[in-house]
């Protein structure tokens, strides 16, 4: 059983600093990416950021430049550090990892959510 845990949410203002992490337990075979989602109530789940085992990352857009995540591949964890945080940022925040099953069909196994509040 594969569990991902994230940690590090909470209140903060405008132009203020959080540092999401994710630890993630149990055999994740072939585990490749690990991944940062976030959703608001009423919209669908968007994809924030990922890091691979290629010691690649990716962002969406609207993070560009403010947000940065890092993964450790050997030790299962991850990090969002997410500066200058914006109003619309406030969301739940998802960690996702991505590896392969035992037959090699891909998998991709989620954290319950960490909450942002961005709140002057």
């Excluded at 903060?12 to 540092?19: A, Q, T």
């Excluded at 857009?61 to 940022?89: C, I, M, P």
Aim: hydrophobic share 30%.
């Amino acid at each position: 059983q594969v569990q991902l845990v994230e940690s590090g949410g909470g209140l903060v203002r405008p132009g203020g600093s959080l540092r999401l992490s994710c630890v993630a337990s149990g055999k994740i075979g072939g585990l490749y990416a690990m991944g940062w989602y976030r959703q608001v109530v009423g919209r669908q789940r968007e994809f924030i950021a990922t890091s691979t085992n290629r010691d690649t990352t990716d962002y969406a857009d609207s993070v560009k430049g403010r947000f940065t995540t890092s993964g450790d591949f050997v030790n299962k964890t991850a990090y969002l550090q997410l500066n200058s945080l914006k109003l619309e940022d406030a969301a739940v925040y998802y960690c996702s990892a991505e590896g392969l099953e035992a037959n090699g069909s891909p998998r991709q196994d989620w954290g319950q959510g960490t909450q942002v509040t961005v709140s002057s």
